[in-house]
């Protein structure tokens, strides 16, 4: 990080805690786009301050893909300088799981919110990847529904356009070439 650029940071966080009145308000404003405009994040900011002390800390995911996620989400706000984070792990007896890591007050808040915003995105995006694999290979019953028909949210037809974009960039699968029956 550019030397002038810390040391303006440092002043400007300086100002922001000790400023009075309009003063500290205009010292925050001015902090949050100097950091918004450097990329920097608050657990950066923290790290260059030198506060926050590191502590073990919990985290819990669900499942295989959770744990990437979470992992990944942790190199994001942590940016590792040497690509490695201190981690440590309690053996489970099935998918879920929980991981140990070593971060200060303001990382642990940006990965466990950043986390729990990647989570609930993934899970819309698989859902609509298993719709698609559905529709691709016709796993669902012939017959003409009973259902009522009705118009479709504009969520719905959002979902809709992602999940015939993906079919179009699956194969079919083949059950009968599977079990070994001639087509």
Do not use: C
């Amino acid at each position: 990080m550019d030397e002038n650029l810390k040391k303006r940071l440092l002043k400007l966080v300086e100002l922001a805690r000790r400023g009075v009145g309009g003063e500290k308000e205009a010292a925050e404003a001015a902090l949050e786009r100097v950091l918004a405009a450097a990329g920097i994040s608050r657990a950066e900011l923290e790290r260059l301050q030198g506060v926050g002390d590191r502590k073990w800390r919990l985290f819990r995911y669900e499942g295989e893909l959770e744990e990437i996620l979470l992992k990944q989400t942790a190199f994001m706000v942590l940016e590792p300088e040497n690509g490695h984070i201190s981690t440590s792990r309690l053996p489970q007896q099935d998918d879920d799981g929980e991981i140990f890591l070593q971060v200060s007050d303001a990382e642990y808040i940006e990965i466990s919110v950043a986390f729990s915003v990647f989570k609930k995105a993934l899970k819309d995006e698989i859902k609509i990847t298993f719709d698609a694999f559905l529709h691709k290979n016709e796993i669902f019953s012939k017959r003409e529904s009973n259902a009522e028909r009705r118009e479709l949210t504009d969520d719905e037809k959002k979902n809709m356009a992602s999940m015939v974009l993906r079919m179009h960039t699956m194969d079919r699968v083949n059950v009968r070439k599977q079990i070994g029956e001639k087509e």
